[in-house]
């Protein structure tokens, strides 16, 4: 009897202990969904809910149903700003600092200039896959990596050709990069395209570089299109122009990146985990392709760019997202200033770039319809940024009315669009002015999803996140700006954002030489001069001298080294 009743207990313990479970899953199992889309070099007005002409009704619509940031903040880089994306630090502290990117010849033999994600720090993906959600990734890597080490012989000599002498290929090298490929870094499904820059359309006959997994990918052409695939160099002219003018079946990127998303949307909806996607276009970036009829649309409508442009401007300050007191520069050289073929070359780009958006917008449509059909939607943090503004091809038309492009630090490089919706939580049409940060969605994403950061991994120290949760801002809660956002590009340029002020250092040279001789410090107060007309340096300079002491410690601490030293390694590289 008294064995009868002890037995009792334990089944009544162990009874107790598996509803606790179960009910720790089902709790576990109500965790948001993360969607994350990132487009590449989109300006920011290039959206109607950003004061803009091209026809996003999709992403209105997400911005009638979410938030929109006035003051998000990229790293003004593609690879530099998918970094922190998906790690929550500051880009050097992964390879990407002095504005590299992830490809070979952009490799460099320093800590921060190394190109490549290191396998010690971890990914979100990695750590929310090891907190039960399912992870997903279709699009744009463009973070280092490489299969070299199931093709040595075949690709050991671009290697060589690309990395300055001091670099060495060694089999640990080969592992490395092998290491750094999205499916070993926690993305249990991927559909990517590894590089920068290649074909957005791919014919049946083409050879292309997108992976499954890590298997060369079997694309689908389940589409037929007119294609327009501009090229307006002899470079452009040899690798991307082959599509121009064809007509048929086709591979386009934004169509067949949404559909194998949509498949893994559809797949990880009935299963009982959330799941967390990461979604990264390659439109706008060039090479600009898109369907003619598109192409044709934007070139009727891009008949006057300066109407264009004004336009972008009364429309942004009527969006409340630009103050209508503000000054701005004109930057209007590119289509009033040229000769009148090259406007005209401009205005093709430009509408190009346009087609481009409203192909992305329609896809981003079909992603959230999937989500709704799935009855995901509702559980859904569903975000939607740029890694950058437009870039330089298109010049300051599409960051409109703020001065810059992508690679350059002022607000035309470095403040991008950004979208969040996520049903109850986030107020429906709300806009925030509060200072968000690329950096600060990692540790937002742990928040939310019960996951801890840890202070070692894979047997090495971490490095802090950087970034901060922002989940406040989402509930509508106001947060005081970061203590300090810093970012660097080409090992010279560099800014740092504090409170309402922003210290500029050779923030506006592209290529290897400085157009004026000495040193170019500009201070501005972005409260009430996000244009950086006015800059006032000369007027507080114990701030500069504050400002510029922070600065270089932060780039002593990230080991950020002088572009004057980098070309002393590579004398023919153009950035």
Request: some cysteine; overall charge neutral; aromatic content about 10%.
């Amino acid at each position: 009897m008294v064995y009868s009743e002890k037995l009792k207990l334990v089944y009544k313990s162990l009874l107790t202990l598996l509803l606790l479970t179960v009910f720790t899953v089902q709790a576990a199992d109500k965790r948001p969904n993360i969607v994350v889309v990132l487009s590449d070099d989109a300006g920011f007005t290039d959206l109607g809910s950003f004061g803009g002409e091209i026809d996003t009704p999709e992403l209105d619509k997400l911005a009638q149903q979410g938030m929109r940031f006035s003051s998000f903040y990229s790293n003004a880089r593609c690879s530099p700003t998918r970094a922190s994306l998906l790690t929550g630090v500051d880009a050097a502290h992964v390879g990407f600092g002095g504005g590299v990117v992830g490809d070979w010849v952009r490799e460099l033999p320093f800590p921060a200039h190394r190109g490549r994600l290191p396998y010690e720090q971890p990914l979100i993906s990695e750590l929310l896959a090891g907190n039960g959600y399912q992870t997903m990734m279709v699009g744009k890597w463009h973070l280092g990596g490489s299969y070299i080490k199931n093709h040595p012989e075949k690709m050991r000599q671009a290697w060589i050709n690309a990395h300055p002498p001091s670099m060495k290929l060694t089999q640990e090298e080969m592992e490395l990069d092998y290491l750094a490929m999205p499916p070993q870094r926690g993305f249990q499904q991927s559909f990517v395209f590894p590089g920068a820059q290649g074909n957005l359309f791919f014919r049946p006959q083409d050879k292309h570089e997108y992976y499954e997994g890590n298997q060369k990918a079997k694309l689908k052409y389940d589409y037929d299109y007119n294609m327009h695939c501009y090229a307006g160099n002899p470079f452009s002219r040899k690798h991307y122009s082959a599509c121009h003018g064809k007509s048929g079946k086709a591979f386009y990127a934004t169509d067949g990146m949404t559909d194998r998303g949509v498949e893994m949307i559809k797949q990880a909806s009935k299963k009982d985990e959330p799941f967390f996607m990461y979604v990264a276009y390659r439109a706008p970036h060039k090479p600009l392709q898109a369907p003619q009829e598109l192409v044709d649309k934007y070139l009727a409508k891009y008949s006057d760019l300066q109407a264009i442009a004004d336009g972008r401007h009364e429309g942004v300050v009527k969006q409340g997202l630009f103050s209508k007191d503000a000054k701005t520069r004109n930057n209007n050289y590119m289509w009033t200033k040229q000769k009148p073929e090259k406007i005209e070359k401009y205005r093709l780009q430009a509408a190009v770039h346009a087609a481009m958006m409203e192909k992305l917008d329609e896809n981003v449509g079909k992603l959230i319809d999937t989500l709704k059909e799935t009855n995901e939607f509702d559980n859904t943090l569903f975000i939607y940024i740029s890694d950058n503004g437009a870039a330089s091809h298109i010049g300051d038309l599409m960051n409109a009315p703020f001065r810059g492009v992508k690679a350059l630090l002022w607000e035309g490089g470095a403040r991008a669009h950004g979208i969040m919706s996520w049903p109850k939580v986030i107020e429906a049409n709300s806009i925030s002015d509060d200072v968000v940060w690329v950096g600060d969605l990692m540790p937002t994403f742990l928040e939310i999803s019960n996951t801890q950061f840890p202070t070692t991994f894979r047997g090495k120290k971490t490095k802090e996140i950087d970034g901060r949760s922002v989940l406040p801002v989402l509930k509508g809660q106001e947060m005081a700006p970061p203590e300090a956002i810093f970012f660097n590009d080409k090992g010279q340029q560099s800014v740092i954002y504090q409170g309402k002020w922003k210290l500029l250092i050779e923030p506006g040279w592209y290529l290897q030489t400085l157009a004026k001789p000495g040193i170019a410090v500009e201070l501005y107060d972005l409260s009430n001069d996000p244009g950086e007309v006015t800059n006032l340096a000369s007027k507080h300079p114990k701030l500069v001298e504050k400002l510029t002491a922070m600065l270089d410690e932060w780039t002593k601490e990230n080991k950020i080294v002088n572009y004057a030293e980098i070309i002393k390694i590579k004398p023919k590289d153009p950035y």
